[in-house]
């Protein structure tokens, strides 16, 4: 292909993006790895504009919350993990009530309201326990955010309690929970899926359950894990497949608020061992992940930044890249520190990177609405 044609292909498909006409697996591609990183990001701002309202396009959304792990014990042993421990591991442990009521303190102290609670599938714990422990956080704090466990755990729960995805989200709303984390999506790509999270839900599951949690409109997130096993046409698939369940939402339903892609970090995972060495996805990989999302996904209207695994200053450069959102301080992060990611910001610190970027720092709630 001559450079005029070239051109004229990645021009015609970022029009095509900017009408928030579907691009395919195929154009998403072509995008990434043939268009300039600077068009990528100037179409994905604007791109990013067209979710906002006039008076909130300079401001950037962040949010205290916490992320408090249920139990480290978990029977899937995932492949990128180095957090989870089996049942007998001298090293596995169950988070007590009083340990909750510790941490939750502590958030709400700094003005945080939302508890990202996780812990992947502890065989001992079945739909009761979930149940309980819901009603006890609500009980002790009734003004608590409970963005909690995920696809995989309520595929697990619904096969060990015989009900259905809709019938355990249900029960689980009903006993406290608000929003559905993006958890355990890695690439929705079952090839993938095989590799790295064998044990986990296929690709269908995922995309199934988190179908049923818009039918009953509770807020979800979707996420990418990317960087490893899958190929560049197995993370456009993955975004078509996100597309495509968010346009089968009922018409009163958010559906997925916001896209979170971050990179796989490998130290001393069992996937490195077996498939690697893996190189960290540069920066530029990074934005251009950024930017081809905005672009490809027409119906998600948010999009965030992961600085925990990237680092501030790239997280920087992907608000002017197509993200509108900073995330969280996240207090108490584990699962992805313990594999290789090693940055952090305080309160403080996070309004400052926003401002430096030149936007202005709102803090948000869970479903991405502006507050006090």
Not at 44 to 60: L, S, Y
Not at 118 to 132: A, R, S, T, W
Not at 246 to 270: A, E, H, M, V
Not at 315 to 329: E, M, P, R, Y
Request: hydrophobic share 40%; aromatic share 10%; charged share 25%.
């Amino acid at each position: 292909m001559n450079l005029f044609k070239l051109k004229m292909n990645i021009e015609n498909l970022l029009e095509k993006a900017l009408k928030l006409e579907p691009l395919s697996a195929e154009e998403g591609e072509f995008l990434f790895k043939k268009a300039p990183i600077t068009e990528l990001s100037f179409y994905a701002n604007e791109i990013k504009n067209k979710f906002r309202k006039p008076e909130d396009q300079n401001k950037v959304g962040w949010i205290i919350d916490r992320n408090i792990n249920l139990s480290n014990i978990c029977v899937t042993r995932c492949k990128f993990c180095n957090f989870s421990r089996s049942k007998n591991s001298p090293e596995a442990y169950v988070t007590s009530m009083e340990d909750y009521r510790k941490k939750v303190d502590e958030l709400f102290r700094v003005g945080g309201r939302q508890v990202l609670l996780q812990g992947g599938m502890n065989p001992d714990f079945g739909l009761d326990f979930y149940i309980n422990l819901f009603k006890d956080l609500k009980h002790n704090f009734p003004n608590i955010v409970l963005h909690a466990l995920g696809p995989a755990e309520i595929c697990y729960l619904s096969k060990t309690s015989n009900k259905t995805y809709r019938e355990v989200l249900e029960i689980l709303h009903n006993a406290g929970l608000d929003s559905l984390p993006g958890a355990g999506a890695e690439i929705l790509v079952d090839r993938v899926r095989k590799i790295v999270s064998p044990a986990k839900c296929s690709s269908e599951e995922w995309l199934e359950v988190m179908h049923q949690a818009h039918v009953l409109n509770l807020a979800t997130s979707a996420t990418m894990m990317f960087g490893h096993v899958e190929t560049i046409y197995e993370r456009m698939q993955h975004l078509v497949a996100l597309r495509e369940t968010q346009l089968r939402k009922p018409n009163y339903s958010d559906g997925f608020i916001t896209f979170i892609p971050w990179p796989f970090c490998s130290d001393g995972t069992r996937l490195d061992k077996e498939f690697g060495p893996f190189a960290r996805v540069s920066g530029e990989e990074y934005i251009r992940i950024i930017a081809v999302s905005r672009l490809m996904l027409n119906n998600i209207p948010n999009i965030q930044a992961s600085w925990l695994t990237v680092g501030k200053e790239i997280a920087q450069i992907c608000l002017h890249s197509g993200a509108n959102d900073f995330g969280s301080i996240m207090m108490e992060e584990h699962v992805v520190s313990s594999a290789g990611a090693n940055y952090s910001l305080d309160q403080n610190e996070m309004v400052v990177a926003i401002k430096e970027a030149g936007f202005i720092p709102v803090m948000r709630d869970s479903r991405y609405r502006f507050v006090e």
